[in-house]
């Protein structure tokens, strides 16, 4: 079982829907928990990062901790085309390296 | 914007040759990591420097693969001899002491490998 999950779609939504992407972890020492976009034939970029369990909010995106179900969630309001790109979610615990998901790949038709 | 740099972009190589990736990272940044991501994967670490220092190299083949940054600023990680399975995108990330947080890996554009 890898430690963090996640489903790699694709998934397609119109311009302007709320898009909910989701991960797992089963490492229950992870403290910290990231989200990050990647381009097509880019490196990752850092989108937002949470330190235990709640919310936080950056402009249309919104990063959710559940640590006692050990769920990660990201949502994109007002979805646009340039948000068109896969996302990995990532967790670590002061002892350990960051693990990666296999990474959501997200679709916005216009 | 400061940026991490890596060259080169693509590299095509056939198997049993040696191949050479070079990474610069953001001016200051003590720590820097070399990640392989796989189409269809995230990225998975294979070594991690403190200033010259390696930190992590557990998951590097050290049979075929070795990193190093010699003056604590770039780095250079080399695959001798290549192998098919070797074919994927290798990453550069730094991060440190100049601005934001140290939790905050900044990647650089990657290398795309394909081993004939």
């Known amino acids: 079982q890898k430690e963090v999950e996640q489903d790699p779609g694709p998934l397609s939504v119109p311009e302007g829907a709320i898009v909910s992407l989701n991960c797992t972890y089963s490492?229950?020492?992870?403290?910290?928990f990231m989200w990050y976009r990647q381009y097509s034939r880019k490196g990752p970029e850092l989108l937002m990062y949470?330190?235990?369990?709640g919310n936080k909010e950056d402009g249309r995106f919104t990063a959710q901790v559940d640590k006692s179900s050990k769920y990660i969630s990201l949502f994109i309001r007002d979805s646009q085309p340039s948000d068109s790109a896969t996302y990995l979610c990532?967790?670590?615990?002061?002892?350990?390296?960051?693990?990666f998901g296999s990474g959501t790949r997200l679709s916005i038709r216009p | 914007e400061a940026e991490v740099a890596q060259s080169p972009r693509y590299k095509i190589t056939e198997k049993s040759q040696a191949v050479a990736f070079w990474c610069d990272p953001i001016s200051g940044h003590a720590t820097l990591y070399w990640y392989r991501q796989i189409l269809g994967q995230g990225p998975e670490l294979l070594v991690q420097f403190q200033d010259e220092s390696v930190v992590d190299d557990s998951q590097l083949p050290k049979d075929r693969f070795s990193a190093e940054r010699l003056k604590g600023v770039d780095s250079t990680l080399k695959i001798q001899p290549a192998e098919l399975g070797d074919s994927a995108m290798y990453l550069c990330?730094?991060?440190?002491?100049?601005?934001?947080?140290?939790?905050?890996?900044?990647f650089g554009p990657g290398t795309r490998l394909t081993v004939t």
């Open positions: 490492n229950s020492a992870f403290q910290y």
């Open positions: 990532a967790s670590y615990s002061s002892a350990s390296k960051i693990i």
């Open positions: 990330a730094s991060s440190g002491r100049t601005g934001g947080s140290v939790y905050e890996q900044y």
């Open positions: 949470t330190y235990s369990s």
